[in-house]
Protein backbone atom coordinates (compact mmCIF):
# COMPACT_ATOMS: atom_id res chain seq x y z
CA UNK A 1 0.00 0.00 0.00
CA UNK A 2 1.08 3.38 -0.81
CA UNK A 3 0.04 6.86 0.53
CA UNK A 4 1.01 10.85 -0.51
CA UNK A 5 1.19 13.08 1.98
CA UNK A 6 0.79 16.29 1.01
CA UNK A 7 2.22 19.17 3.43
CA UNK A 8 3.48 23.15 2.79
CA UNK A 9 0.01 24.41 1.64
CA UNK A 10 -2.22 27.33 3.17
CA UNK A 11 -3.16 30.68 2.72
CA UNK A 12 -0.37 33.30 1.01
CA UNK A 13 -0.40 36.88 -0.24
CA UNK A 14 0.01 37.46 -3.67
CA UNK A 15 3.43 37.93 -4.49
CA UNK A 16 4.45 35.67 -1.53
CA UNK A 17 6.04 32.53 -1.60
CA UNK A 18 5.22 28.97 -0.51
CA UNK A 19 7.04 25.37 -0.87
CA UNK A 20 5.23 22.14 -0.90
CA UNK A 21 5.74 19.08 -0.01
CA UNK A 22 5.07 15.53 -0.61
CA UNK A 23 6.04 12.11 0.66
CA UNK A 24 5.33 8.83 -0.37
CA UNK A 25 5.30 6.14 1.97
CA UNK A 26 4.31 2.31 1.98
CA UNK A 27 5.54 -0.68 -0.81
CA UNK A 28 7.95 1.20 -2.81
CA UNK A 29 10.44 -0.52 -4.74
CA UNK A 30 11.29 2.77 -6.73
CA UNK A 31 9.86 5.77 -8.17
CA UNK A 32 9.88 6.83 -12.00
CA UNK A 33 8.05 10.19 -12.16
CA UNK A 34 6.82 12.49 -9.70
CA UNK A 35 5.12 15.84 -10.50
CA UNK A 36 2.87 18.17 -9.01
CA UNK A 37 -0.91 19.59 -10.64
CA UNK A 38 -3.15 22.07 -10.09
CA UNK A 39 -6.97 22.58 -10.32
CA UNK A 40 -8.11 25.93 -9.79
CA UNK A 41 -12.14 26.51 -8.89
CA UNK A 42 -14.16 25.64 -12.23
CA UNK A 43 -11.26 24.52 -14.57
CA UNK A 44 -9.41 21.26 -15.49
CA UNK A 45 -7.01 19.90 -13.48
CA UNK A 46 -3.51 20.85 -15.00
CA UNK A 47 0.12 19.73 -15.11
CA UNK A 48 2.17 22.13 -13.58
CA UNK A 49 6.13 20.44 -13.12
CA UNK A 50 7.74 16.70 -13.23
CA UNK A 51 10.37 15.74 -11.81
CA UNK A 52 12.32 12.26 -13.21
CA UNK A 53 13.98 9.74 -11.11
CA UNK A 54 17.35 11.18 -12.38
CA UNK A 55 16.17 14.59 -11.36
CA UNK A 56 15.18 15.98 -15.13
CA UNK A 57 12.70 19.00 -14.87
CA UNK A 58 10.03 20.41 -16.60
CA UNK A 59 7.58 23.04 -15.63
CA UNK A 60 4.38 24.48 -17.38
CA UNK A 61 5.40 27.95 -19.36
CA UNK A 62 3.14 29.84 -17.06
CA UNK A 63 5.24 29.01 -13.88
CA UNK A 64 8.69 28.78 -14.98
CA UNK A 65 11.11 31.04 -13.36
CA UNK A 66 8.57 31.37 -10.51
CA UNK A 67 8.19 27.54 -9.42
CA UNK A 68 11.08 24.66 -9.21
CA UNK A 69 10.25 21.42 -8.58
CA UNK A 70 12.68 18.78 -6.91
CA UNK A 71 12.78 16.35 -5.09
CA UNK A 72 15.28 14.09 -2.68
CA UNK A 73 14.89 10.56 -3.43
CA UNK A 74 16.17 9.46 0.09
CA UNK A 75 13.40 10.71 1.38
CA UNK A 76 11.20 9.90 -1.03
CA UNK A 77 9.77 13.30 -1.17
CA UNK A 78 9.06 15.74 -4.06
CA UNK A 79 8.96 19.22 -3.29
CA UNK A 80 7.41 22.50 -5.07
CA UNK A 81 9.36 26.24 -4.33
CA UNK A 82 6.74 28.74 -5.44
CA UNK A 83 7.42 32.12 -5.87
CA UNK A 84 5.77 34.89 -6.74
CA UNK A 85 2.29 33.40 -6.60
CA UNK A 86 -0.88 35.44 -7.96
CA UNK A 87 -4.08 35.21 -7.26
CA UNK A 88 -5.10 33.38 -10.31
CA UNK A 89 -3.15 30.80 -9.06
CA UNK A 90 -5.28 29.89 -6.10
CA UNK A 91 -5.95 26.37 -6.17
CA UNK A 92 -5.89 22.55 -4.97
CA UNK A 93 -2.37 21.31 -5.45
CA UNK A 94 -2.14 17.57 -5.78
CA UNK A 95 1.25 15.89 -5.83
CA UNK A 96 1.51 12.66 -8.29
CA UNK A 97 4.00 9.96 -8.36
CA UNK A 98 4.40 6.85 -10.49
CA UNK A 99 5.67 4.24 -8.19
CA UNK A 100 7.01 0.54 -9.01
CA UNK A 101 5.82 -1.18 -6.22
CA UNK A 102 8.37 -4.06 -7.77
CA UNK A 103 10.67 -4.38 -10.63
CA UNK A 104 8.04 -4.85 -12.98
CA UNK A 105 4.81 -3.30 -11.45
CA UNK A 106 3.64 0.36 -10.97
CA UNK A 107 0.70 2.09 -10.25
CA UNK A 108 0.40 5.62 -10.68
CA UNK A 109 -1.08 7.40 -7.10
CA UNK A 110 -2.37 10.89 -6.52
CA UNK A 111 -2.23 12.63 -3.07
CA UNK A 112 -4.99 14.27 -1.25
CA UNK A 113 -4.39 17.75 -2.62
CA UNK A 114 -3.58 20.75 -0.39
CA UNK A 115 -5.22 24.24 -0.60
CA UNK A 116 -3.43 27.11 -1.97
CA UNK A 117 -5.45 30.20 -1.35
CA UNK A 118 -3.50 33.44 -2.88
CA UNK A 119 -5.33 36.62 -1.26
CA UNK A 120 -4.79 40.13 -3.12
Known amino acids: QVQLVESGGGLVQAGGSLRLSCAAS????????MSWYRQAPGKQRELVAV???????NHADSVKGRFTISRDSAKNTVYMQMNSLQPEETAVYYC??????????????WGQGTQVPVSS
Open 26 to 33: GTIFSIND
Open 96 to 109: NAHIMHTLAYGYTH
Open 51 to 57: VTSVGST
